[in-house]
T-cell receptor, first 117, second 113 residues
Framework: DVKVTQSSRYLVKRTGEKVFLECVQD?????MFWYRQDPGLGLRLIYF???????EKGDIPEGYSVSREKKERFSLILESASTNQTSMYLC????????????????FGAGSRLTVL | GENVEQHPSTLSVQEGDSAVIKCTYS??????FPWYKQELGKRPQLIID?????GEKKDQRIAVTLNKTAKHFSLHITETQPEDSAVYFC????????????FGSGTRLSIRP
């Protein structure tokens, strides 16, 4: 069973703090993603990574950075947290074998709910 | 970049009736369209997906149709049941293995008993 584990379910931080959200997958997936989920706005892509040390910006990368030093781990970093970054953050991974399987299923983590005061 | 629009944002149907959720996309290069279901308090899970070389795909009570010319695709749920109550997300991407997957804004489906 594919597992995507997000290290923190709930975090409360203060404005200006540096925040790390960690995500680990155990199925050797090539691709990893960070989404932000807000009511009425759906799942918005922040960053994704298709290989170790490779990353691409999503639709809302401003205020965020990412790190993928190892294949199984993808970290989201808020350099200086702001109140408008209060949200649910979802990590996901996919095998990256679309051309082989004809599908590219995302497996999501349980989410990290961040509150910035 | 790709933009996916999803309608309606909320939908309430009588148990046993059908539900339809519609999405449009902007990037003509997109050719893979998955649908995810998110039950309350749980993580999204894939329920069905379709590639652009197929116009329709069915899996029991759910089906997805794709009109590539018009750049829209729809999810159809027949004989709705209480367990169908959830938020549904459509998405679009290219068929590259290293491709972004862009989601719509979601539809909250409620099934009335």
């Amino acid at each position: 069973d594919v597992k995507v584990t997000q290290s923190s379910r709930y975090l409360v931080k203060r404005t200006g703090e540096k925040v790390f959200l960690e995500c680990v997958q155990d199925m050797d997936h090539e691709n990893m993603f960070w989404y932000r989920q807000d009511p009425g706005l759906g799942l918005r892509l922040i960053y994704f990574s298709y290989d170790v040390k490779m990353k691409e910006k999503g639709d809302i990368p401003e205020g965020y950075s990412v790190s993928r030093e190892k294949k199984e781990r993808f970290s989201l970093i808020l350099e200086s947290a702001s109140t408008n970054q209060t949200s649910m953050y979802l990590c996901a991974s996919s095998p990256g074998t679309f051309l082989l399987l004809g599908t590219n299923v995302l497996t999501f983590g349980a989410g990290s709910r961040l509150t910035v005061l | 970049g790709e933009n996916v629009e999803q309608h309606p944002s909320t939908l309430s149907v009588q148990e046993g009736d059908s539900a339809v959720i519609k999405c449009t996309y902007s990037d003509s290069a997109s050719n893979y369209f998955p649908w995810y279901k998110q039950e309350l308090g749980k993580r999204p899970q894939l329920i069905i997906d379709i590639r652009s070389n197929v116009g329709e795909k069915k899996d029991q009570r759910i089906a997805v149709t794709l009109n590539k010319t018009a750049k829209h695709f729809s999810l159809h749920i027949t004989e709705t049941q209480p367990e169908d109550s959830a938020v549904y997300f459509c998405a679009a991407s290219t068929d590259s293995s290293a491709s972004k997957i862009i989601f719509g804004s979601g539809t909250r489906l409620s099934i009335r008993p």
